[in-house]
């Protein structure tokens, strides 16, 4: 999930201004890439363009429960195919 997009001037992230998760939204004509903000509900929050290379996109990289779950039974399945 994308946690924050920046350049040296402005930035969107998560937790600011009710932001709970950050969208890739279209890459405009003239190379400028758009990213909207939603809250809880999925309304657009926040709205920035960011020129093509001129920005920075930090990942939140924690593993959700449920992947983690699932990446258990994957495992356990994979061991009984072995058998």
């Given at each position: 999930?994308i946690?924050?997009?920046?350049?040296?001037?402005?930035?969107?992230?998560?937790?600011?201004?009710?932001?709970?998760?950050?969208?890739?939204?279209?890459?405009?004509?003239?190379?400028?890439?758009?990213?909207?903000?939603?809250?809880?509900?999925?309304n657009?929050?926040?709205?920035?363009?960011?020129?093509i290379?001129?920005?920075?996109?930090?990942?939140?990289?924690?593993?959700?429960?449920v992947?983690?779950?699932?990446?258990?039974?994957?495992k356990q399945?994979?061991?009984?195919?072995?058998?």
């Amino acid at each position: 999930m994308i946690e924050k997009v920046c350049n040296k001037d402005k930035a969107l992230e998560v937790g600011i201004n009710d932001v709970v998760y950050i969208e890739f939204f279209k890459r405009e004509t003239g190379n400028i890439d758009m990213f909207l903000g939603k809250d809880g509900n999925s309304n657009t929050r926040a709205i920035e363009g960011f020129f093509i290379g001129d920005y920075e996109i930090e990942y939140n990289r924690e593993v959700a429960k449920v992947e983690d779950e699932k990446q258990k039974e994957i495992k356990q399945l994979d061991l009984f195919s072995f058998m």
